[in-house]
Structure formats: C-alpha cells, structure tokens
C-alpha cells in the first residue's frame, strides 16, 4: 500500500508526520490556518501560515484521491474482474491520473465497437493475429463470417465478409492497446517532453482576432509554455479566433495517414511485441498500431495533457494575483489622518469626500475643474474651504480617467494653501466602483449618492488599505492575470485565504472595524462579525476581550479562534490590545509574579524582556514557541507588520505619454506584477512594463522576489510609442534606451507584441482601460542584450 496520507504530506512539506498529523486533527476540529500558525506551535511544531495553506489544499486532494479510490475498487469487484495483481495497482496509484489509467478498461461506458466485435465473436481472431503474425489476416478471417442473426431479439449483422470480420478484430486490438495502463503512462511521458502546442488564425478571422495576433502562426513546445501564453491560447480557441493543436515535434505538422511511423507507434508496437518482419500480419498489425495511435490514443491524451497544460497555467495566474493581492493589502497605511478622497472625471465631474481620523465621511462636495466646465478656481476655493475646515493632512486622488488632471489641481491647491501642509498621493481605484454599488456600501452609507462612494473609498483605502479592500470582493481588485479565465472556485478559495492571512497578520481593532473586516478574522463568518458591530452600536466600546462571550452566537470555540487576533485598545488590560492569546494570559502572570512588576511597566521594557530565558517559564502547557513569542509581543504589543508610508513623486512636466523621452528616469508605483514583468504607474494615464529581464542585474526567475505591487521605484525609460501607447521601462538604471535603427537592435518583434497582447488583455481583465503595451522590439533587444 502507498504510505499514508500523513506519511505522504510529511514527505512534501519536509515535515514530521506528527507534525502533520497534529495539524490535520486541528483542521478537522474546525482550527484555522492563522489560529493554528500563531497559537499551536508546540502541535505543529512551528509549521508556518504557507505549509499550512499546502497542507490544507493538498489534504483536500489526497482525501479526494481516497475516495475515487475506494470507488473504483468497489466497482471492478462488482464486476467480478478485480485480480490481486490489478488490486495492488489500483491500491500503489499515486495520483487521479494513474487510478483512472487503470480504471479505464473497465470503467461503464456506451457500446463499443469492440464490443460489438466481441459479441460476434471476433476475439479469437484478434488473439491469434496478435500471437502469431505468420497467420494469413484474410485466410485466419475467412474461418470467422457468419450470417446476420438475431439475440435477444435484436437485429445483429454477424459477420458478411472478410473486410468485416479484420475491422472488428482491429477494433478490439484498438480498444486493448489503448487502456493498457502502463502504456498510456509511458506516452504520456513522452508527449510531455516531446509535445509541441501550435496555433493558426481561424480562415477569415485575422482583423475580428487582431489581439490575438501573436499567435496566428505560433508554436512552442508543451513543457516550456508559460501560463499567459498558454491562457492567451485557450482564450482565443474559446473565441474561435485560433485552431490549437498538439503535434510531436519530430513532426513538421500533424501526421497524415501516409506518414511513417512516429516514436510513439513505435513505443505501442513495442509494447505488443509488433515489428516488420515481412510476416503475412505484420503489414495489418502495423496499421492496427497506427489506427490505435491517431484514432484513439492522440486525442486521448492530447485532450488530457492541453487540460492539464490549463490547469497549470491557470494554478500559476492564480498564485500571481494571490501574490499582488497580498502586497496589496499589506500595503503600508497613512494611518489617522484627516484625508480627502478626489474621484477624478470629466464631464461628470470630481466627487470629493472628507473623511476624519477614524474614517467617518464628514463632508461631500463634487466640483469641475475639467473639461466642459473648466471650473478651475471655483473647485480650488470648494476644496481649500473644505481642507480648512476639517484640517486636511491628506489628498488621496484615484488614478482612473482624468487622474493626472486632478493631480495637477491638487498640487495648485498645495501651493496656494502651505500653511495647511498637506500630502497628495495617487491611489489606485480599482474595485472602488464595485464598492460604491455593493449592498454593504449602501447599508454603510445609506443617504450617499453612489457617486461619491467611490470618493470614500479611494480617501479611506490610502487610510488603510486592508481595512477599506476588504469590502470588495477579491477577484474586482485588479491585480489578476487572465482572472475571469481561470477556475472561479479555486480562484475565489485561493484570494479568500490570502485576505484571512493579511487581516489576520494585522490583526483588527474590534472597536472601529467594519462588519467585512471582522468577518475575516479567524473564527468568525459575516453573521457573527455583523453580531459584534451591532452589540457593540448597542452597548458601546468594548473594554476587554472578555466582553465578547456576550455577543449572541459567539461561543466558547468561536472565541478562541478569534479573540487573539481581535484588538481592544485603550480597554481595561493592556494585553487586550496586544496579539497574546487569552489563553496565555495565566503564563504572562506567571512572569510578572517572577519580575515582580505589574503588566504596564514590562511592556515596552526591551532590555528587560530581552534579558528573559524563555525556558525559565516553558512547561506542559505552554512551550518554549509560545514562550518566545510572548516575550517578543510585550516588548513590541501588537506591532503592525506591515511597512512604513511612503509615496511616489511624479515628475513635473511629466503627465501624458507625449511627455516622456528615452533616458528620463522617473518614480513611479508598481501597480501588477505578472509572470513576464511589472507594470509601473509613471503618471502618464499609461503603465509602463519592466520586463523581466529588466528587473535587475541579476538574473530573475519570478518578478515577485524583486517587486511587488505598491512598491516605489525608480525607472529608465527605453523607448515610447505614443501612438500604440507602448512605454518600456527599466529597474536598471545603468541601461540607456537603444539607438533607433542599428539592425542588431531590432530584436524578437513576437516577444514585444505578446507583451503588448498581455497588457491589452490584462487591462480587460480589470475591467478598466488597457494599461499600456509592451516594449518596443529594439528595447527588449537591448533588455536581452
């Protein structure tokens, strides 16, 4: 038997199968991930939040494998075909794909002609054929005709001829050949190193599939795909803008009937013991092989491997936009600070919202500085009127249509009015409109235009981020790569397990939070989360963890899952507002009586804390994990993991594409990180793309381990096209953009109009406009270079 499922995980997470097994006894009981990560070290021996989150989806497959398992084995035995030799096949199979090779043959499906075949007693043709290929196929064949006849009163042709009678016999030698379980293996082996995925453009469709040019004459290897490219292809035979096919690469196109044989008919008649040897039947097997391999076993697994092909590709999108949601998130917040949220628009005009400190909307206004209006000094005097009066410390300016316009008022009005001393900063708006219409929202801001919910949103999400982005659904963020193309229940599993994470690393302040940001918090749902806000507009502030049992459907399990993560400030006992579990309170007075000082005075204490052996209060219950880490909380209580605020400084003079030119190098924001680059916000209404090898000096396999999103950096531009509103970028300041024209800078032009592609693309898939299109070919020769 295999090792068990325990045995298995501990395997790949290079754990202990204790660990594991602890582990999986806390997730059955109903534990969280981030409960289990913080609070039961000494369990899991300090398996971390990304084991766990493996641990938990991998859990989920292999119980799903034992499942089909015990099914597959309970039909074959029902069948009366199960043999200890197959038994102990089905019972080593490692994976879905391998259960389901060995089920194959005897798996319920309609009637074949092999079985047609069978009825009519071909089966011993085919047997001896394939025994003995010195047999004559016509001669062997004539011994098999019968008349049509009847059974079970149904009309059965019999056997008219000899033409008739080789058919069936292929067919079953077909059917045989291509449920042979270690022979599928073997091809499937060998189709994914030797496998070539091409594309051509659907006769008549070149202008309607213009973005999909790129792939109207394409081909790759299987194993090499990268998952926008291989999403990109999916996407445009869903469209029916491209034919996708999978061909080996030994073959210039897919075979026709007169080609010779491939390795892969080749590796089918080995496995038969089938060769040229000049016998009467050697001709009739070796087109029985062929049939097998073009009629059955090419479409077979080229189905199965271009399915796994988008599995792959679609597990991979999935972990970028996981991987720019967490950034995201995680963002560093401006804190408590009076902010002024700016909504660009045009004709409709710039909603303005001023929140205070604690992110209550005190005041809304809309003004038009912008085109047809032209209202630029009556919207200055609305908004300085509106900063005086609330004491503005902040302008927050979403970076959609008319963005860099309204950054341009906002700098007006910071030099007019010094003594105010106020910051403007460029925040992305993505999902804000999808806020400004969700039923929260309008639960939330019940007497809003909607209009001017965005204008919150946008003020309050430069405030804190994770507090404001919870409010949105994940997948209207904006940080995905072919999002809407990919599995939406994995998706949507995957997102929801990152914000846990990132609320839960923060932690949450149960007196100012929103019913969607408490519903994150590990332990609790919406209903409880929605239970807590109103108890606590009842009843008031909460002044300890403890008043929380008083909160209905909040019990003791619930409790405990959550009250480490959920924050009182300012309550009754300073450990309330520290990320100390409940729990741990009786070991932190058990240290105090040691230290013979109350709670107040050790918190903040380095030097004392420091000076502490954590082994010294270590016991049964509390171990030296959790020892550690209460020492580190009391010496830094419930320190925010996430960054320090800092901003992006767009250059002067700097505000359309048209401004730009070779060599500026200029601050900008990353806004999306995908697998070929990072997009980077300039203040020009277009992102520019830093392509993966412009990243850094050295090379880079993932652009996540240099950049992510929100971060400031500093950029070269290489080359712009303000009329395909392309801008390539570069993190190596030393590149200087190429001289236009040398032949030997004309680079890979298909390289450059993917990643065109990819930001088209991406830019639909958020849902707003394209940002902007990939490098120029001449850049990405220098990149290259």
């Known amino acids: 038997m295999l090792p068990s499922i325990e045995q298995r995980l501990a395997n790949e997470l290079a754990a202990r199968p204790a660990q594991v097994a602890a582990a999986i006894a806390l997730l059955d009981e109903g534990a969280t991930v981030p409960f289990i990560a913080r609070y039961r070290k000494e369990a899991t021996g300090g398996l971390d939040d990304i084991q766990l989150r493996l641990l938990e989806e991998r859990l989920r497959y292999l119980r799903e494998l034992e499942d089909r398992r015990a099914a597959v084995i309970a039909s074959i035995e029902e069948q009366g075909k199960m043999t200890p030799a197959l038994l102990d096949a089905i019972s080593h199979a490692e994976d879905k ?24 007693g071909l089966a011993p043709l085919a047997e001896a054929l394939l025994a003995d290929p010195m047999l004559s196929p016509e001669a062997e064949a004539e011994k098999y005709l019968k008349p049509a006849f009847k059974t079970d009163g149904a009309d059965n042709p019999g056997v008219p001829d000899v033409k008739a009678a080789l058919d069936g016999a292929r067919q079953i030698l077909m059917e045989r050949f291509a449920e042979d379980a270690g022979l599928l293996g073997a091809l499937r082996d060998y189709l994914q190193e030797h ?18 040019a790129d792939y109207f004459d394409y081909s790759e290897t299987l194993s090499t795909i990268p998952s926008h490219r291989a999403l990109a292809l999916f996407r445009g035979r869903r469209e029916e803008m491209l034919n996708v096919a999978m061909r080996l690469d030994s073959e210039e196109e897919k075979p026709k009937w007169d080609a010779p044989h491939n390795p892969c008919e080749g590796r089918i008649a080995a496995r038969f013991g089938i060769g040229n040897k000049n016998r009467p039947a050697d001709k009739w097997l070796a087109d029985t092989v062929r049939w097998t391999w073009r009629v059955k076993l090419m479409m077979h697994l080229e189905t199965e491997l271009m399915g796994a092909l988008r599995e792959k590709a679609e597990l991979e999108a999935i972990n970028v936009f996981a991987l720019n949601l967490k950034a995201l998130l995680l963002a560093a917040p401006a804190g408590p600070r009076v902010t002024m949220g700016l909504d660009p628009g045009l004709r409709t005009g710039v909603k303005v919202a001023v929140v205070d400190a604690t992110g209550k909307v005190v005041d809304t206004s809309t003004i038009y500085p912008h085109q047809p209006r032209n209202d630029w000094d009556g919207s200055l005097h609305t908004l ?61 801001l019940p007497d809003m235009d909607v ?19 919870v409010k949105i659904d994940p997948k209207s963020i904006g940080v995905g790569q072919y999002q809407h193309d990919v599995g939406q229940s994995q998706l949507a599993r995957t997102l929801d397990a990152v914000v846990e994470d990132c609320v839960n690393a923060v932690g949450v302040d149960v007196n100012t939070a929103s019913a969607p940001l408490l519903a994150r918090v590990s332990g609790l749902n919406a209903s409880v989360a929605q239970g807590i806000v109103n108890y606590r507009d009842a009843k008031g502030m909460f002044t300890s963890r403890a008043a929380l049992r008083s909160v209905p459907r909040l019990g003791d399990k619930t409790f405990e899952q959550a009250a480490g993560f959920l924050r009182v400030m300012a309550g009754d006992n300073p450990l309330d507002a520290s990320a100390v579990h409940p729990e741990s309170y009786p070991l932190v007075e058990k240290i105090l009586a040691d230290l013979k000082k109350d709670v107040k005075s050790v918190i903040g204490d380095s030097g004392l804390l420091k000076s502490l052996n954590p082994a010294r209060y270590a016991d049964d219950r509390f171990g030296l994990p959790t020892v550690t880490d209460i020492l580190k909380e009391l010496d830094k209580p419930g320190r925010d993991p996430r960054p320090e605020f800092t901003t992006a400084t767009f250059k002067d003079g700097v505000e359309e594409i048209g401004d730009l030119r ?49 971060q400031v950096v500093k950029v070269r531009v290489l ?32 390289d450059a109009k993917r990643l065109s592609q990819h930001q088209q693309r991406q830019g639909q898939n958020q849902g707003k406009p394209a940002p902007a299109a990939g490098a120029m070919a001449a850049a990405f020769a220098k990149l290259k270079s």
Do not use: C, W
């Open 97 to 120: 794909t391998r259960l389901e090779d060995l089920y194959l043959p005897y798996r319920q499906k309609r009637r074949t002609k092999a079985q047609i075949a069978v009825e009519a």
């Open 195 to 212: 496998a070539v995925v091409e594309s051509k453009v659907v006769e008549g469709k070149q202008d309607a599939g213009e973005k999909f």
């Open 384 to 444: 300085a009127l509106l900063a005086a009066k609330h004491g503005v410390t902040l302008i927050s300016i979403g970076n959609g249509t008319a963005s860099r316009e309204t950054d341009r008022l906002a700098q007006d009005l910071i030099k007019r009015h010094p003594e105010m001393k106020m910051t403007k900063i460029v925040v992305s708006e993505a999902g804000a409109s999808v806020y400004s219409a969700s039923e929260f929202a309008s639960r939330e």
């Open 451 to 469: 209009s001017l919910r965005g204008a919150v949103s946008i003020a309050r999400r430069l405030q804190d981020p994770l507090a404001e982005l």
């Open 662 to 710: 070779p060599d500026m190098v200029l601050e900008g924001v990353v806004t999306n990180v995908a697998a070929f680059g990072a997009f980077v916000d300039i203040g020009v209404h277009q992102d520019g793309l830093v392509h993966i090898s412009a990243l850094s000096n050295t090379f880079v396999k993932d652009p996540h381990t240099v950049v992510k999103a929100g």
């Open 719 to 750: 080359e712009v096209d303000p009329k395909r509103k392309r801008i390539a970028l570069t993190m190596r300041l030393s590149d200087s953009a190429p001289v236009a024209g040398k032949p030997e800078q004309r680079g890979d032009r298909n």
